[in-house]
């Protein structure tokens, strides 16, 4: 079965997608608001999500217990990509302050990043953390290129890299030189590789438009990375992975999934730009979608990756 199945929005390009889909499951829009929806993060034991709005300088969180919608964090220093630790601890990329931090349990913050080699980052834009705790952060420059989504500045690093951040003592190291704007990012889930999404053709014509695959090596750092996939419509932003390995990843037309080489399988098509998706519900087999204005979710027949 391939084009887009009618009623569903979701369009087979490979057959393999099909087994990724339940028949009656349908897209929903659980809120809308936002003026540029950014960053969800799955806190299982408290049963809700929170995302980002940044222009609107906040964090909002939705409640599955009652589908209720709340200003979880105002101000919010822009934040944009948010994650959870293996402590269950809030981590987000911030790009007023330029500088990603951690929400201790007790509702304090910690700095993790906010300089490398004592010149300012430029504006962290996602995260995630591998299973040693160590913490991984892309850094272009798209919060302080304009004033919509933090405060206009000059680069003070030599471009837009990605940064590791050791678990032990918060030393930040580069990991990657040859980068255009690096976004979004996440590891496969035997944390081999580590997947990265370069959306330089956001800011220059005929730039990368990808996602590249490197492998990760035991010291901490990557290996070359090759592209695997170029988006067909817009740009891949924020994306996660389920555990098959599967790609699903923002995309002008929706969520696109695509295989661990970087084959596109199918799309769920959405009627606002997507910026981000995780998974989450208490088997971590629907996929929360972040859409320009709104929220959305679909269950799906896959299970995310822890």
């Known amino acids: 079965m391939f084009g887009v199945i009618e009623g569903t929005g979701f369009e087979p390009i490979d057959e393999a997608f099909n087994e990724c889909l339940i028949g009656h499951a349908r897209v929903e829009r659980l809120w809308t608001g936002a003026r540029w929806s950014e960053g969800p993060v799955w806190f299982a034991a408290g049963r809700y999500l929170l995302w980002s709005d940044i222009p609107n300088n906040r964090m ?14 105002a101000p919010s220093n822009n934040s944009n990509g948010n994650t959870v630790d293996q402590q269950g601890r809030l981590v987000s990329c911030e790009h007023l302050t330029r500088r990603v931090t951690r929400t201790e349990h007790d509702g304090s913050i910690t700095v993790l990043a906010d300089t490398y080699q004592g010149k300012r980052l430029n504006s962290p834009n996602d995260v995630v953390v591998k299973s040693d705790g160590s913490v991984w952060f892309t850094d272009p420059s798209y919060g302080i ?20 951040v050791a678990p032990e003592d918060l030393a930040i190291t580069r990991v990657t030189n040859d980068y255009l704007k690096p976004n979004g990012l996440a590891f496969s889930p035997d944390e081999k590789y580590l997947y990265i999404a370069d959306t330089g053709a956001s800011h220059q014509p005929g730039g990368p438009a990808d996602i590249r695959r490197h492998s990760v090596n035991d010291n901490g750092t990557l290996g070359d990375g090759p592209v695997i996939a170029t988006c067909d419509n817009g740009l891949f932003d924020g994306f996660r992975l389920d555990r098959q390995g599967r790609l699903w990843s923002s ?5 696109h999934c695509l295989n661990s080489d970087g084959k596109l399988l199918g799309k769920i098509h959405v009627p606002e730009f997507v910026s981000n998706v995780c998974f989450g519900g208490p088997k971590l ?3 929360f979608i972040c859409a320009t204005t709104s929220l959305y979710s679909v269950y799906l027949n896959v299970n995310g990756a822890r």
């Open 285 to 287: 087999n629907r996929l």
């Open 145 to 164: 290129i304009m004033d919509y989504e933090g405060d206009r500045a000059t680069i003070e690093q030599d471009g837009c890299h990605v940064y590791r």
């Open 251 to 255: 995309a002008a037309d929706g969520v």
């Open 60 to 73: 909002l969180r939705w409640d599955e217990t009652d589908g209720s919608v709340s200003t979880f964090r």
